[in-house]
């Protein structure tokens, strides 16, 4: 139990006091901030609107003229709900934060490459490092083909995020947790690999257009 | 509570605006009714300030006098006072971090320490103090304008500041005797005074070239909450740029020494300047720089100045796509795109701005203006006046710390929606340690050496304990202002940790505090007594640079003009023993005015001279 600092009412941790609803300056989990129950399939639509209702009722601009620990609980709540928002938002900062939750996370760094990714990773490095080595008549033609790789690793991105919808709503549903856990983490991993990818690509691409 | 103040601290100029029954308006100044003022400060020997146009006519420059010679006037710098223009871009900005052409620009006291001074007279002064004195000039402007005391105000920032430019500009404002409740993003301003009225919603972009730095801004507007989706820019590309490239294109021909005359090099500015501004309607435009005993005369086509400056807003328009990749959008999927800050009156800024995101930009409201109008709607809004409107800012660049082998370890990520936080665990590495030395930085690139250094901080004193086993939990929270915070727990114990915050750049506390008494005792001086110190400044300058000349130049003097100036010289050496101010300041004027041909001789000689130098290095 916590007491509000403003109306002195004593009650569970939450984001806004539930008598006068000024903001408390606790922490929670990103889920709790938003009164969310922990399910994994979120309507974004509904979670933007939820954010931006709640933020016009706790930043620190509506409280620029209040006492220094209103304006403290303020900005520490503000930072939480923005945190939980951008995790919340996005299904793999949401699948790599369950993982946290239930005291899980991927291998350390991320090291070991699945291993039918591992043909994928090698070839791609190749092509980027023919890329980098690249000049004249032939650069061009080896950009094309970076940029359809490009668009093929964003096909393999979309199909992983399908798996990991698939992954949530069976977590949800209250799935086997030990098999559901081991499955997040194989999506997870793979997208952590495909997003590394891509960015090397456009990275390279990027210099390319610089040189 | 008093009201709160917009203020847009530009580089070129700046302005102060208010909300006035829910519309903001820029508040003009009673006396001129002039709303712009212009970001330019002189600072006398003695440290008397002016601010705005009075500071821009004791600008060194070239003037041509009653008797058609064109002679050197204004503070030239150094012990003779300077005039500081510009001072935007040295906010924050580490002795080191200035860049060598500024170098010759003005007097430096040092550049070696965390903070860029300015020598003028027997004293250094640093960006947020010049800073401090056009804010001050614009709580006064409103002062006399509202009939009341101003304390709390918005100031605006670039949206691409870093974490010690903003802390400088709120160092500003505390020199100025001014709380600064907010700073606010520029571009977000903007969208704040066009999203007012409606005039944008959807995906906003804005883009704003000022005098100085360049910002982009993607927003989501929607149902009265501003959100920034990402923000990308330069704090060093703006429209001085291409002013000073004409500069370099005018003063082409003349020999470096004259080039870097400060003197010349202002003028030249000034024509520059003017020539830009009457591009924006010409085709065409005739401009003449007169020098001692030599004119430049070119002429200067729309063609010309839009080669010179398309490398620049190519610059910019390469910071809007990164921008829009970080916002996830495409050009097409903006429904409006807004122009801030003069230099978009370009036509080709606006041509090239309308080609990438293929639509007309809206300029409905004064470029100029803008910024200061959406300071005044923020300021509504910290004051509760403006309903359900709400600003979610973010912080332009990343912000993390070093680790083992000088890599940067990224905490919060560039385009966070501000206030933020993150909290990290640190541990000791060997036995017993006391310490742990932490070294916050901002930027994007991998190596710490690479990114800019914002602070370091040391943890402690941590009970002695094996090597791995304290917890301390260190939480980085970067508030509305775009400002870092840093707190520090023991996990174990729960207990508070103190933390020793040493910034990289800029001012610390005691300094500040230093400031401001050093201003109140310049504050309660005698106005006679300064006036009178000025006085004797001044014919101390003449009287010396005066007998310099004398002796260097003996050939240029014409008969009987020795003996005149030496009289005249010898009476005001008397009459600045004295305490007779006004006697003092006559005979400067006279001095100054029988050793003009003098002094128009010599800039003659040493521009021919200069000039016959390079055409024998030429041909040889």
Redesign the interface.
Known sequence: MIECLSCGRRQQPQLTCESCGAPLGVDLDCFAAFALPRKLTIDSAALERAY?DL??RI????F??SAPRARDAS??S???L??S??TLRDPIARGLYWLELHGQKLAENNKAVPPDLAALVFQVQEELEELRDANGSGAQRLRERTMSRRTGLEQSMAALQGDLAANFKRWDEGGDQAALTIELKSVLSRIAYLRTLIRDLDRALENLQAA | MSRILGIDLGTTNSLIATMDNGVPRVIADPDTGETLLESVVAIAPDGAVRVGRAAIELEPHLSREKDGRVSAVGFPGGEYGAVVRSVKRYMGLGGDEVAPEEQSRYTFADLSGPVVRFQIGKRAFTPPQISAEILGALKNRAERALGEKVERVVITVPAYFNDGQRQATKDAGRLAGLEVVRLVNEPTAASLAYGLNKLAEGNVAVYDLGGGTFDISILSIKEGVFEVLATNGDTHLGGDDIDHALVDWILADLPEQVRTDRHVWNSARRVAEDAKKRLSEADKVDLQLELPGHTIRKTLTRDALEKSAQPLIKRSLDRCELALKDANLRPGEIAAVVLVGGATRMPLVRRRVAEMFGRDPLCSLNPDEVVALGAAVQAGVLMGTQGDMLLLDVVPLSLGIETMGGVMERLIHRNTTIPTSVTENFTTAVDNQTHVDIHVLQGERELANDCRSLARFKLGPIEAQPAGLPRIAVTFLIDANGILNVSARDERTGREHSIDVKPSYGLTDEEIERMLEEAIDLGEQDLEQRLLIVARNDAEQILGALRKQLGEFAGLIEPGERARLEEEAERLDAARRTSDRDLISKLVEELNELSTPFAGRIMDFAIKQALEKKSVEEVS
């Open positions: 931006h933020s016009r930043h620190p601009d509506r620029a003229q900005l520490r503000t930072a939480l923005t945190r928002y951008r």
